[in-house]
């Protein structure tokens, strides 16, 4: 039998039994309201016609007049077309009789009130009649009533003991082969392909059940065809990544290794039967160098590690393995995320790029140390030839000189601008720390700019607010930041413009800024302009710098553990800021 069929008996079956109890309920309600209708309308109406008919007596004196003789025979006729119970026929008879008699003119006065009295016998009797009548009418009702209740119980009862049973098994039919199924899908995505599903019923689950058998068999078949294929590539990625010079290890989701290779093991001093498996924070408390490289993942500083009989750099690159997940159905697409499986740490080996980094900036550093003292000998030269004592010089050479005295002062500024780069570079910066007032580092600044802005007539406006909290800072170094970027505001601006700094005081931190009013920077330069020796392309109105300025401020403020940022809008001028933390005693 098919399910839509199943379905269908099962709701045919229900409707069956709320139509039996409905019957038998109607069949008795019936009944009792039939009992009552017989009361009401065959006993009450006589009793009302008697007492209609007494109160006409009771108001009237004898003789009667015409309006009572009217009324009592009026009610009289409608007491003869009532009746209903044995032996009121005759008593309605003798009230005919004496209403007739009592209604001659010839009786006395003792007559009429013998048959008024005999009246009032009848109707008496015809309401006692009716009386018993009702009580023995009401007591078949009751009668009936508590048959019906026992009838209806039953009845009841059994329906309900029916529809119990039938609630509790019928839905098995429907339930017991889906749950069957969804066990053999369960059983399915644990991989085990043997399960088979028999369903001998002709309905709609024999053939869902053969679709089930032949999927498991074509899955069973794939999977043996595939494993041996999946090991062998499992064996050749285990391969590179073991003949990988790299140091690679592999954590699953809960962070537990899952592979190492032997570089790693070498330098990390690990022994792979011993680590596979374990929990890397565990595996750390004993592996303080395990335990940098799971703590500072998000470096990008080179990690010295001693290996191969020297001190060796590496660079840690950490990356996270993700499974794509898959739609449930067409309607979705493919989650790009997906689920994350793992991470992957590895330990590039980058000493030959550092050492060669290390030399290229020991020549810098030597080569600028070098052309420092040449240099300052032609400074005092220039200095010497401008003393009028030595001797005059014409126009002509005097616009020589003031060319070689910036080419000069420019070229001890490269000098310098590399000795700091090599230092910061090397790692060989010294800062000394000093809580020091705010305004004191811009006061400096100003009064080390203050010529070039009065040769460019350029006005410096400080917007600084009272009580502000002390920096704890390298003040040279500070004001050196300050100097540049001041420097650099003084070059872009316009002739007879204004330069902006404001100090101000923003949670943790104390923020200097500088804004010119220069044609700004365009967007796409912003991004690079701490990069060093980067140079924003210029109309050639301006002389650019060597690209090293805003990259060693940079490197200044972010060692006072601080940062450097640029806000700018082409032709509305640039925003350069610099934010230091704040004294705490």
């Known amino acids: 039998m098919k399910i839509k069929s199943k379905l269908r008996l099962g709701f045919g079956f229900l409707f069956l039994m709320v139509l039996l109890f409905g019957g038998f309920s109607g069949f008795y309600l019936k009944q009792i309201s039939e009992h009552s209708k017989v009361i009401l309308k065959d006993n009450y109406e006589s009793l009302r016609f008697t007492r209609e008919m007494r109160t006409v007596l009771d108001n009237q004196e004898l003789p009667l007049s015409k309006d009572a003789i009217s009324s009592f025979d009026e009610q009289l006729k409608k007491q003869e077309a009532n009746i209903t119970e044995p032996g009121e026929a005759g008593i309605t008879r003798n009230i005919r009789k004496d209403f007739e008699t009592l209604k001659s003119a010839d009786l006395s006065i003792e007559q009429m009130v013998k048959y008024q009295r005999s009246l009032r016998n009848h109707l008496r009797n015809v309401e006692k009649l009716n009386m018993e009548a009702i009580v023995r009418k009401n007591d078949q009702a009751q009668r009936s ?35 069957e199924l969804t066990e053999g899908i369960k059983e399915i995505s644990r991989k085990n392909y043997r399960t088979r599903m028999d369903f001998s019923a002709n309905d709609e689950f024999a053939p869902l059940a053969i679709a089930f058998n032949q999927m498991a068999t074509k899955l069973n078949d794939w999977e043996n065809s595939n494993l041996s294929k999946v090991m062998s590539e499992k064996q050749r990625i285990e391969t590179i990544i073991e003949q990988m010079q790299d140091g690679i290890i592999g954590l699953n989701e809960k962070g537990n290794l899952i592979f190492i290779n032997p570089a790693a093991e070498q330098l990390l001093n690990l022994n792979e039967e011993k680590t596979i498996g374990l929990n890397v924070a565990e595996i750390s408390k004993k592996n303080d160098l395990l335990k940098t490289l799971t703590e500072n993942k998000q470096s990008d500083k080179p990690i010295k ?46 000493t030959k790029f550092t050492e060669l980094d290390e030399a290229k900036t020991n020549f810098i550093a030597t080569i600028s140390h070098e052309l420092k003292t040449p240099i300052s000998a032609i400074k005092m030269s220039i200095k010497l030839i401008e003393d009028e004592r030595v001797g005059k010089l014409n126009t002509e050479q005097l616009d020589l000189l003031n060319h070689i005295k910036d080419d000069s002062d420019r070229l001890l500024k490269i000098t310098s601008e590399l000795l700091d780069l090599a230092q910061v570079e090397t790692g060989n910066i010294q800062l000394n720390f000093i809580p020091t007032e705010p305004d004191e580092i811009v006061n400096y600044a100003i009064n080390a700019v203050k010529f070039q802005a009065d040769q ?39 002739e007879k413009g204004k330069v902006v700094i404001q100090v101000e005081n923003t949670g943790q931190y104390i923020e200097f800024s500088v804004q010119d009013f220069g044609k700004g920077i365009e967007e796409q330069y912003q991004a690079r302009l701490f990069d060093r020796y980067f140079k924003v392309p210029t109309d050639g109105k301006n002389k650019s710098g060597t690209g090293l300025g805003l990259a060693i401020s940079k490197d200044f403020i972010e060692a006072q553990k601080g940062e450097i940022f640029v806000e700018s ?13 704040v004294y705490t005693a």
């Open 305 to 350: 590690i001693y290996a191969n009989g020297k001190e060796s750099y590496f660079q840690l690159e950490v990356r996270e393995i993700t499974i794509p997940v898959y739609p449930h159905n067409e309607e979705q697409t493919l989650l790009k995320s997906g689920r994350s499986a793992g991470e992957v740490y590895i330990l590039r080996n980058i």
């Open 145 to 179: 009533v508590k048959k019906a209740s026992i009838y209806m119980s039953l009845i009841g009862s059994f329906i309900i003991i029916i529809l119990f049973s039938f609630s509790v098994n019928f839905p098995g039919f429907i339930a017991n082969p889906l749950l």
């Open 569 to 581: 809008e082409l032709g509305a001028g640039s925003r350069f800021v610099f934010r230091l933390p």
């Open 456 to 494: 460019k007539q350029v006005s410096i406006e400080i917007h600084s607010r009272p009580n502000l909290s002390k920096v704890n800072v390298d003040v040279e170094k500070t004001t050196w930041v300050l100097i540049n970027l001041l420097s650099n505001a003084l070059r872009y601006s316009p």
